[in-house]
C-alpha cells in the first residue's frame, strides 16, 4: 500500500477518533447544564453513536499507525511513539471506566423521566461526579496530547 493511502487512512481514523471525542464531551457537558432528567437521557443517548466513531478511529489510527512507522523506518521504541501507545491505552481504560459510569448515569435519568421527570439530586450529584469529571476531562486532555505528539513528533 503506498504511502498516501497509509496516510489518508491514518488521518481518517484520527479525525474520527476526535470527533467523536469531542462529540461525546460536548453532549455530555450539554447534559450537566440540563435540569429535567428526559432531557439529560436524550443528550447522554445521543453520545451512544459516538462511540463507534471513536472505536473505528482508534482502530485505524493504530493499524494505519503502525504501517506507517514501519513505512517510515521510525523506531517504535521513540519517546513520542511510547508516549502516545501510552496516552491510547489510558484512553481505552479510562473511556471504558468513565463510559460505564457515564451508563449508568443515562440508565438513572431514563427511569427519572419515565417516572415523573421531575429534576433530582441523586441524578445533578452523577451528573457532576468529580471523579467522573476528572476521568473524562483527562480523556480529551489525553487526546489532545496525541494529536500534538502526532503533529510535532518531538
Same mark, same amino acid.
Given at each position: 500500500?503506498?504511502?498516501?493511502?497509509?496516510? &489518508?487512512?491514518?488521518?481518517?481514523?484520527? &479525525?474520527?477518533?476526535?470527533?467523536?471525542?469531542?462529540?461525546?464531551?460536548?453532549?455530555?457537558? *450539554?447534559?450537566?447544564?440540563?435540569?429535567?432528567?428526559?432531557?439529560?437521557?436524550?443528550?447522554?443517548?445521543?453520545?451512544?453513536? *459516538?462511540?463507534?466513531?471513536?472505536?473505528?478511529?482508534?482502530?485505524?489510527?493504530?493499524? &494505519?499507525?503502525?504501517?506507517?512507522?514501519?513505512?517510515?523506518?521510525?523506531?517504535?521504541?521513540?519517546?513520542?511513539?511510547?508516549?502516545? &501507545?501510552?496516552?491510547?491505552?489510558?484512553?481505552?481504560?479510562?473511556?471504558?471506566?468513565?463510559?460505564?459510569?457515564?451508563?449508568?448515569?443515562?440508565?438513572?435519568?431514563?427511569?427519572?423521566?419515565?417516572?415523573?421527570?421531575?429534576?433530582?439530586?441523586?441524578?445533578?450529584?452523577?451528573?457532576?461526579?468529580?471523579?467522573?469529571?476528572?476521568?473524562?476531562?483527562?480523556?480529551?486532555? *489525553?487526546?489532545?496530547?496525541?494529536?500534538?505528539?502526532?503533529?510535532?513528533?518531538?
Amino acid at each position: 500500500m503506498s504511502y498516501h493511502w497509509l496516510l &489518508f487512512l491514518h488521518l481518517t481514523g484520527a &479525525f474520527l477518533f476526535v470527533s467523536g471525542a469531542v462529540a461525546a464531551a460536548v453532549l455530555r457537558i *450539554a447534559a450537566m447544564k440540563r435540569e429535567h432528567p428526559s432531557e439529560i437521557a436524550l443528550l447522554l443517548r445521543a453520545v451512544r453513536p *459516538a462511540v463507534p466513531l471513536i472505536v473505528l478511529g482508534l482502530a485505524l489510527v493504530v493499524t &494505519f499507525g503502525l504501517f506507517l512507522a514501519d513505512r517510515l523506518d521510525d523506531d517504535l521504541a521513540a519517546g513520542w511513539l511510547v508516549a502516545t &501507545f501510552l496516552l491510547l491505552g489510558w484512553i481505552v481504560l479510562v473511556g471504558a471506566l468513565a463510559g460505564g459510569q457515564d451508563r449508568h448515569t443515562r440508565e438513572l435519568a431514563e427511569r427519572i423521566a419515565a417516572d415523573d421527570d421531575q429534576p433530582s439530586a441523586e441524578l445533578a450529584a452523577r451528573l457532576r461526579n468529580p471523579v467522573n469529571l476528572a476521568l473524562n476531562g483527562s480523556l480529551l486532555l *489525553a487526546t489532545v496530547a496525541i494529536v500534538a505528539l502526532m503533529v510535532w513528533k518531538p
